[in-house]
């Protein structure tokens, strides 16, 4: 009996060990045979956005999910999602990955296989430049109207802070537009964002950013035990000095 026992386990062991093998090769397969990968992101400039009169993705991600679909020897084709659903349209196979300047955090490692760190971030306070001054500390903030994007590392920042009054919205970039028309005080959005969208020239030229809440860094969700996360950090490896050294002076980033 002992050794009937024991070779089934022994043959639940080999099935779990080919299961997961066939899990990990799959979305690299998968993407191959139908010659693109799908990348989900939202409108989130520098990372990924449109320039004004084009339908193409350019940004920081878009050039870089390119670079990569390259090397994959396959076409990007971009998606924009709903960021609080992003690891369930993940799951669901709706996209490929989450690639939009996506904070590493244990919720992330928790729903998706993450990448390397790529970039630096931050999350900042975001204000009208004629106010922003006056916030010197998270506490001096407490009595503010916020705007922030469902599901964002702002989000969590002033649910942190002990903020009461908060309204999630669908992006940053609505949070900005709520800032800008009076109808919320502040933001807290990644600087990455900020030092793009806001201040003289830019298209929020009365915004500006304010007090840091955190830094952080940015990373690309797969599919739990995708192939792809190793082939990505295996890219990222060759091209850090060079094509991703170039992407970053670009759209004056930090790499991690």
Known sequence: MKKIIALLMTLALLVACFAGCGAADADSAAIKENGKIIVGITDYA?????EKGSDEWTGFDAEFARLFAKELGVEAEFIEIDWDNKFIELEAGTIDCVWNGMTITDEAKANASVSNPYVRNAQVLVMKADKVAAITKAEDAKDLKFAVEKGSAGADCAKDAGYKNITEVDT???????VEAGTADATIIDITMANAMTGAGTSY??????????SEEYGVAFRKDSDLTKMLNDFMAKIKDTDLKALAEKYELTLA
Request: glycine share 4%.
């Open 46 to 50: 520098p990372m990924d956005y449109k």
């Open 205 to 214: 030229a009365d915004l500006a950013k304010g007090i840091e809440y955190s």
């Open 172 to 178: 940053q970039s609505t949070a900005l537009m709520e």
